[in-house]
């Protein structure tokens, strides 16, 4: 199995910037495709991008044009620039890895957008 730890969470004001970052251990990072998702309060957790193996991405519209995902494969972790954040970007972001019938989730870190 792979284990996640994130980190990079905190509060920033409307419009600000944050980057996550996530670190995998325990497995072959480069083979894994790697997510961030989110769960605000109240809501369901949701796909906030992805990255595969081969470097492609995908992104919620909702992001689309203000986030970015990559990854190091090099230091076995994945990254998540947030920018022009809005108060509805408020949320425990996880980050996952998958690949056939693996599936592993980190604990989270807490981002928070004031208004």
């Known amino acids: 199995q792979v284990q996640l730890v994130e980190s990079g969470g905190g509060l920033v004001q409307a419009g600000g910037s944050l980057t996550l970052s996530c670190a995998a251990s325990?497995?072959?990072?480069?083979?894994?495709?790697m997510g961030w998702y989110r769960q605000a309060p109240g809501k369901q957790r949701e796909l906030v991008a992805r990255i595969t193996s081969g470097g492609n991405s995908n992104y919620a519209d909702s992001v689309k044009g203000r986030f970015t995902i990559s990854r190091d494969n090099a230091k076995n972790t994945v990254y998540l620039q947030m920018n022009s954040l809005k108060p509805e970007d408020t949320a425990v972001y996880y980050c996952?890895?998958?690949?056939?019938?693996?599936?592993?989730w980190g604990q989270g870190t807490q981002v928070t957008v004031s208004s």
């Open positions: 996952t890895a998958v690949r056939q019938f693996n599936l592993s």
């Open positions: 325990g497995s072959i990072f480069s083979r894994y495709t």
